[in-house]
């Protein structure tokens, strides 16, 4: 990163708030390590990897999860720095619908919008759900409870509910958990991969971690087996937007803001990539582990017996839930700006804000949503799948549009105090590549035979919202209103540019 000597310089985080349209609402608590910690604990790798980690044991095996996660990780640390240039020189709760209207127009701006809010509700659904299996993992390691569709979906909702009333009524607390939270990933990364390095007796080689293949997918090519298997990388690198959403509450955001989206990409990076290596160095029974319900739990099982598995299994809690709690906390404030922009059916309501600063109808949105989302999990097992699905088909899209339209805008383009100079247009392009890239891959059939249990819903997901949000763009586009005001300072600039 270098500052260009045609970057806006940093102001008043108001006044450019101001400049950008919006009047300040909502309290600027958080300063660098915050808006960090908030993208940090929503990519979480204690949450997606573990997740997901079945997921990776069959689409390609040791090999595509080590290789992949580096090869994922390095291009979404450009989509990140491309992105993050944008913010600075738009740092507003809005985040990405907000930068693709300045950037393109109305109709960039509302599609951008819809697919980040349907990404933002699917990940708390997603990391949710995925916390509420672990607990149910957990409560058949204590005390025998059967971990069926019905209990895993009542947990789930329990957690919503905490997620909400953390939200609603401790936002102050929020702001210290997820400072927590970077610990505890950290911390608890160090502490499951030093438990599995040193108790059991026996490991992999590291030809198997590295070089180890696995195709369990009904699938015969294996390019096509590796490309699917990039997902499990693809999946848990997600959600770094949460910076950008918390703008209006972090203090220096046109700087803080874009540095804690690149920072949380590669500090998630590294940390994958120690755990990922130290869970498969410690696969004792490599069937047993890709066939149990919760693949990261029988590791634990085999490598430190029932007490071990379960201290284990409570750090991997942990992190999920603050996760979860991140993710809520992005969802609410991304509502509340579209909302505030006349977006959302019954904008009036989601947009209010308490006298503590807190948009506490969008909180419970948010989680109501995530809600009915993972309803049918009860009926189907592999609706889990599906819903991230929908985090991914949303959020992925939705990331590189403003970065496709600052590349549109070249030099008319005026960036942040944050911004790539001369490798602007080079490292924006590798991430449009990159993006078109993964979102094909979201799209493709992941089994075989592909039946009504193995087809893959993200396409027609995307297709659905897609056309929802046309239709509703028909209905009552005229009432979307981002503000579009010339700000006097950055006109003079332009000025001096042209």
């Keep these: 990163m270098q500052r260009s000597h045609r970057s806006a310089p940093t102001r008043g985080d108001d006044d450019h708030l101001r400049s950008l349209g919006y009047e300040p609402e909502l309290v600027r608590r958080m300063g660098p390590f915050g808006n960090f910690a908030v993208s940090f604990s929503v990519i979480s790798v204690l949450s997606g990897c573990m997740t997901l980690f079945g997921f990776g044991l069959v689409t390609g095996g040791p090999a595509v999860m080590m290789w992949g996660w580096v090869g994922v990780g390095l291009a979404v640390l450009l989509v990140g720095m491309a992105l993050a240039e944008v913010t600075s020189a738009y740092p507003t709760s809005g985040g990405l619908y907000y930068m693709a209207q300045r950037l393109g127009g109305p109709r960039w701006g509302w599609a951008t919008g819809w697919l980040n809010l349907l990404g933002l509700l699917g990940g708390i659904a997603g990391i949710d759900y995925g916390a509420a299996s672990f607990i149910a993992a957990f409560a058949g390691l204590q005390w025998g409870v059967e971990p069926t569709p019905g209990l895993i979906l009542a947990i789930f909702a329990g957690v919503l509910v905490l997620h909400a009333l953390l939200n609603v009524f401790a936002v102050n607390v929020v702001s210290l958990l997820n400072g927590i939270s970077v610990w505890w990933h950290l911390l608890g990364v160090a502490v499951i991969v030093g438990v599995l390095a040193i108790v059991p007796s026996h490991h992999q080689s590291a030809a198997f971690v590295f070089g180890h293949f696995v195709n369990e997918t009904g699938w015969s090519n294996p390019v096509y087996v590796s490309a699917v298997g990039l997902l499990l990388a693809g999946y848990t690198f997600c959600g770094y937007d949460a910076s950008a959403h918390m703008s209006e509450e972090t203090k220096g955001a046109s700087l803080a803001a874009p540095r804690g989206i690149v920072r949380s990409i590669w500090v998630s990076l590294l940390a994958g990539l120690v755990l990922l290596g130290g869970l498969l160095f410690a696969v004792q029974d490599y069937s047993a582990t890709a066939g149990a319900a919760v693949p990261p739990a029988q590791i634990f099982l085999d490598a ?195």
Excluded at 327 to 350: C, H, K, N, Q
Excluded at 357 to 378: C, D, E, K, M, Q
């Design 304 to 498: 430190v017996g029932t007490g071990g598995a379960k201290l284990l299994l409570v750090v991997v809690i942990g992190a999920q839930l603050f996760c979860g709690s991140a993710e809520t906390t992005a969802a609410s404030r991304m509502i509340y700006a579209f909302s505030r922009d006349g977006a959302l059916p019954g904008s009036a309501t989601w947009r209010r804000v308490s006298p503590g600063g807190v948009p506490v109808a969008a909180v419970w949105l948010a989680v109501s949503v995530a809600f009915v989302l993972a309803v049918p999990s009860l009926w189907s097992p592999v609706a889990y799948g599906a819903v991230t699905a929908v985090n991914v088909i949303g959020m992925t899209p939705s990331y590189i549009i403003p970065v496709f339209l600052r590349l549109r805008q070249g030099d008319r383009f005026v960036p942040g105090p944050w911004n790539l100079g001369r490798w602007s247009r080079p490292v924006g392009i590798a991430a449009v590549a990159w993006v078109v890239v993964l979102t094909v891959l979201v799209c493709l059939p992941q089994r075989f035979p592909v039946t009504v249990e193995t087809f893959n819903y993200a396409p027609v997901t995307l297709l659905v919202v897609l056309v929802l949000a046309a239709g509703w763009y028909r209905m009552a586009g005229a009432k979307f209103s981002v503000p579009v005001v010339e700000d006097p300072y950055l006109a003079r600039v332009e000025a001096q540019i042209v």
